[in-house]
């Protein structure tokens, strides 16, 4: 079992940044890989970045290289560093923990979420 606790979250105005932290907790050696996702309002949750126990990354094509995903392993908390913030970026952003177990099943673990709104 893995917990995550997500933090960080708040308002910001348009052009503003964020750091998100995600602490994990439990069995975090069983973890392949961590992530964030965000949820808005009315929409499918989609996935923002990922993050390898090696430390390589990826992002979605949507982020326009204004986030930033990066891991303290030593204290078992990976971030999510967020600039140039839009009003469309205001969502519910969910840490996630991902055990591989086959390449076609995982086991996943969620945070709680952390609100970001980016409003004037």
């Known amino acids: 079992q893995v917990h995550l606790v997500e933090s960080g979250g708040g308002l910001v105005q348009p052009g503003g940044s964020l750091k998100l932290s995600c602490a994990a907790s439990?069995?975090?050696?069983?973890?392949?890989?961590m992530a964030w996702y965000r949820q808005a309002p009315g929409k499918e949750r989609e996935l923002v970045a990922t993050i390898t126990t090696g430390g390589n990354t990826n992002y979605a094509d949507s982020m326009e290289g204004r986030f930033t995903i990066s891991r303290d392993n030593a204290k078992n908390t990976v971030y999510l560093e967020m600039n140039s913030l839009k009003p469309e970026d205001t969502a519910v952003y969910y840490c996630n923990a991902r055990r591989v177990i086959t390449p076609f099943a995982s086991v996943n673990y969620w945070g709680q979420g952390t609100q970001v709104t980016v409003s004037s």
């Open positions: 439990g069995s975090t050696s069983s973890i392949n890989i």
